[in-house]
């Protein structure tokens, strides 16, 4: 059984950090790539950023350029990703995806997901 478990959220005061971590288990991890996406309070779920199966690459969000970073540990079959200068509008249940085909950024292209953790930033 695949699973895929989120923590690290929390609250922050605006231009903070977090650092979110997803570890997987029941599926080879290194054979997938993976992801995150956020939905906000009334809106629909979108993509963060991904990252293909060594590490090797990775795609951001406009909207997160330059502030997030997105790492894996294939060794501790962990996915990373590092939120620097947070803004109100990163406030979010952010989710971590895995995907067993090439890299995406649309929700239905990915296997198997995390059930979230809360991002609040404040001002």
């Known amino acids: 059984q695949v699973q895929l478990v989120e923590s690290g959220g929390g609250s922050v005061q605006a231009g903070g950090s977090l650092r979110l971590s997803c570890a997987a ?15 906000a309070p009334g809106k629909e779920r979108e993509f963060v950023a991904h990252i293909t199966w060594r590490g090797g690459s990775s ?40 995907r067993s085909g090439l890299p995406g950024t649309r929700i239905y292209e990915y296997d198997y997901w995390g059930q979230g953790t809360q991002v609040t930033v404040s001002s």
């Open 59 to 98: 795609y951001y969000a406009d909207s997160v350029k330059g502030r997030f970073t997105i790492s894996r540990d294939n060794a501790k079959n962990t996915v990373y990703l590092q939120m620097n200068s947070l803004k109100v509008e990163d406030t979010a249940v952010y989710y971590c995806a895995a």
């Open 25 to 39: 288990s029941g599926l080879t991890f290194s054979s997938y790539v993976m992801a995150w996406f956020r939905q």
